[in-house]
């Protein structure tokens, strides 16, 4: 299967690397000069649940890819989608297939203005990854990656995608309710990742504080509100509360990915969680101050820090 | 005319300092030992707008002091007006006025359960003031002092106090709406020092921040609607959120006190501003969402930095 991975970043190449060691026809490609000069010059230098290994693999910009491709998991930030899209819509035909795991709120929206319903398959992943140096990268977990179809019809081929995923290790699974995954993942982010970020504090610390249950109920419960009204997914506000806890408790001082963000002056995905939120809940007529608010200060907190919003 | 003051930190001290120098029979109350002991030996050393002079001051314990006073001015943090009124209230007679310039929400409530409202004088002062060591203050400024008392009836007693006031130096004013002022001055500290101690930023930067109108509109329209509702004030939201602006623009590059709290592991005011604008819109039967999350930010913020509340 010709395959390309839009966003080369750790999980990226994490992907890219099993599905070419199970015999995929892989292309990484991104926008990252020094990145791709290492890959290309010394393969590609990955370890996986500790075990290192180089590989050499194919990697070039997004526009510099020629050929039509099988399939296409895009592993860009949120704020990426839109301009990777641009970038590789020759590459997309009739039968592509388009796989989304980003973390956030909306990305099937932004998709649909490049690809056909029926040839996206929209899904979650647990696996973690970081960049160590250019083309030096280490992955981790035992997966799963959750998949489902965005057109119920086309169900077979989310499980085509599924079966490849399996056989390369990376522990592919057909979910009948992808949606629902995504909205838990967007209510941990949009709570620790966002809450951190704002206290400039590890989520231990967060989660200890006196006010974290008023904090929490009043995040979810606006983010429970949108996800019922416009995807028909019911978030019980207590029930998600209890396993934000739960998650919290399991990651302990650890500073969320939003956190690093800032402190490495990178711009944040609020507007993917909170503020599609807020945004979302204008356009259905109802009010989610408090998830503006968060979103307003958070990006206070990047015009602060000087940090603009990524254009690439 | 016998007066203490209750809550001799640096404005206290201007206040005592100035008033007793008009020929006034001054008593400072504080509970810091070294600041009392400096006092009591060295004499209170005070700065006033750049001029430094030394002067023999009484000093004691609130519970120390035995003898009925006329007036008492009330200089506490807000959350130590309560404790403050207990331990004076043995000091209070049938005809002392307690006169209250503390920033912040809700302090009449709280006087009427130890004075009677025919003897209680409410005000805002705009001296700024510090300690430098113990015993040793600055205090700058040219006033404004505006009174005006909470009894309709009782003009009379608010002016004589205006006019002591006003022959220490101390610019004393009568105002026909005392009310407004502090409501007006409680969006300045509900707002910047508010997102300033949340954003860990100076003044300027958090007002040139991308989202900073929706944030101040956000906060001021649920301030407007409580001040409204249970005080009858009419606080214009755009007009004020012009003012907010053309303050800011004229502090600059400052942390405001909630910052400087923060950063000296002090507790905040956070529930005499935002947090009492939630509180009353519970009571009020509206909502204020947006004024309780920034409540339950600072707190959350308190906690991590391991602050505790203050019980003085």
Known sequence: MKIAIAGSGALGCGFGYLLQKNGEDVTLLDNWQDHIEAISTNGLHITVNGKEDNQKMTICKPDELKEEMDAIFVFTKSMGLKPMMKKIAHVIGANT??????????????????????????????????????????FKGQGPVELQNADPNEKEAALEIVKVLKSSGLYGVYSEDVNYT?????????????????????????????????????????????????????????????????????????YPSMHQDLANNRPTEIDFLNGAVAEASNRLGIQAPICQKIT????????????SALTN
């Open 296 to 307: 307003d200060l958070i990006h206070a907190k990047e015009d602060i820090l000087g940090i």
């Open 97 to 138: 297939k388009v796989i989304c795991l980003l973390n956030g709120l909306g990305h099937l929206k932004t998709l649909e203005a490049y690809v056909e319903k029926k040839n996206i398959i929209m899904g979650t992943t647990v696996w973690t990854a970081g960049i160590d140096a250019p083309g030096v990268t280490h």
């Open 182 to 254: 995504t909205w838990r993942k967007a209510c941990i982010n949009g709570t620790m990742n966002a809450l951190c970020a704002l206290l400039d504090s590890t989520i231990d610390k967060v989660f200890a504080s006196s006010t974290i249950d008023s904090m929490l109920t009043g995040i979810v419960s606006e983010f429970s509100a949108v996800a019922k009204l416009q995807d028909d997914i019911t978030l019980d506000v207590d029930e998600t509360v209890a396993y934000l806890k739960d998650v919290a408790s399991s990651v302990g001082a650890h």
